[in-house]
């Protein structure tokens, strides 16, 4: 993990590997962005200059680095684009920041310490430095720098140091004695570190990833954290009616299972439920995926690494809120077990489900999670999947979803994600569509018009909502897994989406601001 310190120091006084510092673009060319003003001195009010002759303008993006001169303690200085220059009495936004220093917290992987002197001029803009500082720095290491059997004794192991995360980011500027920067300090670790340990259940392979062993992480977490954790297992599903889990979880020699996280807050007086689809590797079943995309289907589970790490982070910020989790957890496998297409699966609900596709195996583990969690009566329930492919085409792979029964609750969450750096866009539930979703067979059927997909998965889900609760569906597909280069804070495969738009919605409702 990458630590965090607030510190007073000056930038031309700090002892680091690396000097972090802010250009933005400007009208005539680059400028030095505020916090940088010992390091443009250490350069005789040349450093703009210095970094426009080797090419950088200030967009954002670009990562600059330079000797540092004799004027500075450290020997590098990275240059991170902020894009353009704020009109006047404006500050640089929040999201500009988190980029930045994600960049720089990339760019840094195998340094011991780095100096951030980057704009910092309110608490806010300091939590998002950090944030984006802390996402930046991540690795996946896991499964890399294992012993090389052929290699003379005695020798060090492989792997490479340059892929391990930038070890402290020193926050220049970040007043560590103010109450309010203290705390943003504070809730940017909790969150990034959860984000982050939803980043790697997503990036670890399925062999060693799958219904138990997540559950068996989830309790362990439930231990550290004062947090009650509930896991039902096959005979308990079974008896209890799970039918759209034991359908999806029967074709794999890995059970499923129904994990319950519950965060409690003795003062708390509104509870939220977050659902997440937790599909540990999906082959799409009997009707099963096509060569070339089943390569990536590790991250199927990343609606329930988000609702975990959300439900962590609001026990460890200590919200006034109760907070429920459900993973909905199962492998999608083809087998002499398996369900059939033409199968009809009774749910927890005791609605009856005829199965067209078994690769629409997301909405049948998500409608007994709902089911149950409707029954505890909370104020509002969010979830989280990676559902359709349909979603993708319609919003690209940096965009969620967001459907609900609800056009205020929509507005708020699309909203919040969008305060936090999230991209997304309210999605609608068109009626019509339901009635493709008619089965001659069953109650209904789990796939409907091939046009519009995205929405019919919604408009499935929202049949297992109890009555009377605020419902939000947010469809995670395209953003949860990033196959390209990495940027900004965002690394190459599991990217820990929706967390922080679930943990701004736990606050918020602390606070009193959803009504």
């Known amino acids: ?6 510190s007073t120091s000056g930038a031309a006084t700090l002892r680091a590997d690396a000097l972090v510092v802010g250009l933005a673009k400007g009208a005539k060319g680059p400028v030095v962005a505020p916090g940088a003003e010992a390091v443009d001195k250490a350069f005789d009010g040349k450093l703009a200059t210095v970094l426009e002759t080797l090419g950088a303008s200030g967009a954002e ?24 220059v704020p009109a ?52 996946f290491t896991a499964y890399q720098g294992g012993e090389n059997r052929l290699a003379p004794k005695g020798a060090k192991a492989g792997g490479n ?28 670790v909790a969150v990034t570190e959860e984000i982050n340990r939803a980043r790697d259940l997503v990036n670890t392979p399925p062999n060693d990833l799958y219904p138990e062993s997540f559950a068996a992480v989830a309790s362990a977490a439930g231990k550290e954290h004062g947090i009650k954790v509930q896991v039902l297992d096959e005979k308990a599903l079974v008896k209890g009616g799970f039918g759209g889990l034991l359908g999806v979880g029967q074709g794999s020699t890995h059970g499923p299972r129904l994990v319950r996280l519950s965060y409690t807050h003795p003062k708390a007086e509104k509870t939220l439920a977050l659902v997440g689809k937790g599909i540990t590797y999906d082959s799409g079943g009997i ?27 609001a026990s460890r910020l200590g919200l006034r809120v109760n907070v429920t989790g459900w993973l909905a957890l199962a492998e999608n496998m083809p087998s002499g077990n398996a369900t059939r297409p033409g199968d009809v699966l009774r749910m927890y609900s005791g609605k009856t489900v005829e199965v067209l596709n078994t690769d629409a195996e997301g909405r049948l583990v998500l409608a007994d999670a709902l089911t149950r969690a409707s029954e505890e009566k909370p104020d509002a329930i969010v979830d989280v999947a990676t559902l359709t492919g349909a979603m993708v085409l319609a919003l690209g792979n940096r965009t969620f979803g967001v459907m609900a029964n609800d056009d205020a609750f929509r507005a708020s969450i699309h909203e919040i994600a969008e305060e936090v750096g999230e991209a997304s866009w309210p999605m609608p539930l068109p009626a019509d569509l339901r009635k493709g979703m008619d089965s001659p067979t069953a109650d209904i059927a789990n796939m409907g018009e091939r046009m519009g997909g995205g929405l019919v998965a919604g408009l499935f889900l929202q049949e297992f909502v109890g009555e009377g609760i605020a419902w939000a569906h947010l469809d995670i597909a395209g953003p949860a897994f990033h196959e390209g280069a990495p940027y900004g804070y965002t690394p190459k495969g599991g990217t820990g989406s929706a967390v922080r738009t679930l943990v701004r919605l736990a606050e918020r409702t602390a606070a009193g601001d959803l009504g």
């Open 1 to 6: 993990m990458t630590a965090l310190t607030l």
């Open 61 to 84: 993006g670009e990562v600059t680095k330079l000797p540092a001169p004799s004027g500075l303690k450290v020997p590098v200085v990275i240059a991170v684009g902020l894009g353009p």
């Open 88 to 139: 006047k009495d404006d500050a640089y936004d929040a999201e500009s920041l988190r980029r930045a220093a994600g960049s720089a917290g990339r760019a840094l992987k195998g340094s011991k310490k780095a100096g951030f002197a980057l704009p910092t001029e309110s608490a806010e803009d300091a939590g998002a430095v950090a944030e984006g500082a802390l996402l930046g720095a991540y690795a």
């Open 161 to 188: 140091d340059a892929k391990l995360p930038l070890g402290e980011v020193v926050l220049l500027g970040g007043k560590p004695r103010d109450k309010a920067f203290k705390a943003a300090a504070e809730r940017a």
């Open 287 to 313: 009707s099963l995926k096509p060569a070339g995309h089943n390569e990536t289907m590790k991250c199927d589970m990343s609606g329930a690494a988000a609702v975990f790490a959300a439900v962590v982070s």
